[in-house]
C-alpha cells in the first residue's frame, strides 16, 4: 500500500511541477499581452483605418489576455486540489480522472464523461 501511495504522491508532484511552470507561463503571457494591448490604446491617428486597425488589435489583446486569465484560474485551482489531496477526482461525479487526460490537461477538473456532459450544458 505505501509503495502505491508512494507512486500516486511521486505522479501528483510531477503534474504539480507541470502546472507551475504553465502558472508562470501565463503570468508572463498576460503581462505581455497587457502591455501590447496598452500600446495599441497609445497610438493616436487621425486614418480611420489605422483607427480601426488599433481598435481591432486592442480587442484581440482583450480577448487574448481574457483566455489566458481563465486558464490560468484554472491552473491555479488544480495547484489547489493537488495541495489539498483533490487532485486528479472529477470534480463532478468524484471518480479518478483519466492518466491521458491528465497528460494532456493537467489542470482538467473533470473525467472525459463529464467534461462532454458540460460541453453539451448537461452537467
Known amino acids: 500500500m505505501e509503495v502505491v501511495e508512494s507512486r500516486v504522491a511521486s505522479e501528483v508532484a510531477g503534474y504539480k511541477r507541470l502546472l507551475q511552470v ?4 501565463l503570468v508572463r503571457a498576460i503581462a505581455r499581452t497587457d502591455v501590447d494591448g496598452r500600446a ?6 487621425q486614418d480611420p483605418v489605422d483607427k480601426a486597425n488599433g481598435s481591432f488589435a486592442k480587442e484581440y489583446f482583450f480577448q487574448q489576455s481574457d483566455a489566458e486569465r481563465a486558464i490560468l484560474g484554472l491552473v491555479q485551482a488544480a495547484l489547489a486540489r493537488a495541495e ?26 473533470h473525467c472525459i464523461r463529464c467534461q462532454k456532459l458540460q460541453d453539451k450544458g448537461l452537467l
Open 40 to 45: 495599441t490604446s497609445d497610438i493616436d491617428t
Open 84 to 109: 489539498n489531496g483533490e487532485f486528479g477526482i472529477c470534480v463532478a461525479c468524484g471518480k479518478p480522472l483519466e492518466p491521458k487526460r491528465l497528460e494532456a490537461v493537467p489542470w482538467a477538473r
Open 22 to 25: 504553465k502558472q508562470e507561463e
